[in-house]
C-alpha cells in the first residue's frame, strides 16, 4: 500500500517517483493499480503510456495515449507523448501529423518543431531535420535535445562546421551537468553519443565505459529524450571497439549482451558472421 493510502492518487503520486528513479516495474504498477481504482484517472493513463514507451513497448503506449488524446483533444503533452511513440514505432506520416495538429495549438512550441525535426531525420530528409531543428531552436533555447538533432542532421547534410559547434555546444552542456553529478549515468552516456557523432571513438568509450560502471541493470533511464538501458550502453561500447579496430574486445561486450538477450540485434552484428 502507498504511503498515502489506498487511493488512485497515492498510487500515481509513487509511480511519479519510482519512474524518476527508473523503476519503471515499480512505476508500471502503481500507474496501472491508480487505473483500477479509478478508470478514469487520465493522467495515470498518460504517465503509464510514458513508461511503456521507455519499456520499448510502443504499441500499447500509442493505444493509451491514443485514448487520453481522444478525451482531451487540447492536451498538447499527450498529443507530443503520442507522436513520440508513434516516431519509435516507426509510423512517421502519423507522428508528424501530431506533431503539426500540437503546433496549431500552440505554435511557440519546440517540442512540436523538434518533433517535426526528429520526424524528418528518421525519414533521411536531412535539409528539412535541420530546418525544422533550427526553428526549434528559435521556440526553444538550446537544449540538447535539439543540438542533438541538429549537429547529425549538419553533419548528413555535409555542413561540417555548423556540425562541429553544434556537437561542443551540446557536449558542454552535459559537460556543465556531470560538473554537478560526476556520476550520473545519462551524462556520461549522452557525452559517449556526442564523442562517437563526431568519430571520437576514444573518447566515447571512455564515457560509456563510465556510464557502465554506475549504470544498474534493471534500471531504465531517460535523458533529454533518450531512453536506453545497461545493454544499450554496451552495445555502443561494442560499437566503438569495432569502429577503432579492436575486433576481441568488440566480441567480448557482443559475447556479454548475448548472454542476457540472445536476439539483441546489435550485439550479433559485433561477432563474425557465419558463412
Not at 488524446?69 to 498538447?76: A, L
Not at 531525420?121 to 531543428?133: H, I, K, N, P, S
Request: charged share 25%.
Amino acid at each position: 500500500m502507498p504511503f498515502g493510502g489506498e487511493n488512485a492518487e497515492s498510487y500515481f503520486d509513487d509511480g511519479i517517483t519510482a519512474s524518476m528513479k527508473g523503476d519503471l516495474k515499480r512505476a508500471l504498477q502503481c500507474f496501472e493499480r491508480a487505473l483500477k481504482l479509478d478508470p478514469a484517472y487520465l493522467a495515470a493513463r498518460h504517465q503509464l503510456a510514458k513508461c511503456l514507451l521507455r519499456m520499448g513497448q510502443s504499441s500499447r503506449a500509442i493505444d493509451l495515449l491514443h485514448s487520453v488524446v481522444r478525451h482531451k483533444p487540447e492536451m498538447t503533452a499527450a498529443r507530443l507523448d503520442l507522436g513520440s511513440a508513434l516516431l519509435t514505432g516507426g509510423m512517421a506520416a502519423p507522428a508528424k501529423a501530431e506533431f503539426e495538429k500540437a503546433l496549431t495549438l500552440d505554435p511557440s512550441n519546440w517540442r512540436a518543431q523538434l518533433g517535426l525535426a526528429q520526424t524528418a531525420f528518421l525519414e533521411g530528409r536531412w535539409d528539412v531535420a535541420l530546418r525544422q531543428a533550427q526553428a526549434a531552436l528559435l521556440c526553444g533555447g538550446r537544449s540538447f535535445a535539439v543540438l542533438w538533432v541538429l549537429g547529425r542532421a549538419a553533419k548528413l547534410t555535409g555542413n561540417a562546421s555548423l556540425a562541429l559547434k553544434t556537437f561542443d555546444e551540446a557536449d558542454a552542456l552535459i559537460k556543465k551537468s556531470l560538473e554537478l553529478a560526476p556520476d550520473s549515468v545519462e551524462g556520461h552516456f549522452l557525452r559517449g553519443e556526442v564523442a562517437m557523432a563526431m568519430d571520437q571513438f576514444a573518447t566515447a568509450v571512455e564515457e560509456y565505459r563510465a556510464a557502465s560502471v554506475h549504470a544498474q541493470p534493471e534500471t531504465y533511464y531517460t535523458a533529454f529524450g533518450e531512453n536506453f538501458t545497461w545493454v544499450d550502453i554496451l552495445a555502443r561500447q561494442g560499437v566503438c571497439y569495432q569502429r577503432l579496430d579492436r575486433a576481441e574486445q568488440a566480441h567480448v561486450v557482443a559475447r556479454q549482451i548475448l548472454a542476457i538477450d540472445p536476439e539483441h540485434k546489435l550485439a550479433k552484428s559485433l561477432l563474425p558472421q557465419e558463412k
